[in-house]
Nanobody
């Protein structure tokens, strides 16, 4: 139905930058919210930044001023520009989309997750 494909992770030195992309594929659906989460080893998955369903743009405090979330609605794609990266930003980054639409004649609203992309920041 809906697939999220992420790209842009990698290994970077502290202070460097990376840009993540997440594209939603499929048709016949609306995206209510879309954003980025991350999960570091031994830690719970946390919201990094998102475009919420109420129109707000949210950032976790630790990335404010360093990360910028943006989107291209026509391409159903959300981006995360990460600058001034720190070792503590090391994690697997996941894209999540809150999607609604009609499938088999039934209105559904579900969350979809991407496969994750590794971001490693060396000190």
């Amino acid at each position: 139905q809906v697939q999220l494909v992420e790209s842009g992770g990698g290994l970077v030195e502290a202070g460097g930058s990376l840009r993540l992309s997440c594209a939603a594929s499929g048709s016949g659906f609306s995206i209510n919210a879309m954003g980025w989460y991350r999960q570091a080893p031994g830690k719970q998955r946390e919201l990094v930044a998102d475009f919420a369903s109420d129109g707000r743009v949210n950032y976790i405090d630790s990335v404010k001023g360093r990360f910028t979330i943006s989107r291209d609605n026509a391409k159903k794609t959300v981006y995360l520009q990460m600058t001034s990266l720190k070792p503590e930003d090391t994690a697997v980054y996941y894209c999540k989309a809150d999607v609604s639409g009609y499938w088999t004649g039934i209105f559904r609203r579900n969350d979809y997750w991407g496969q994750g992309t590794q971001v490693t920041v060396s000190s």
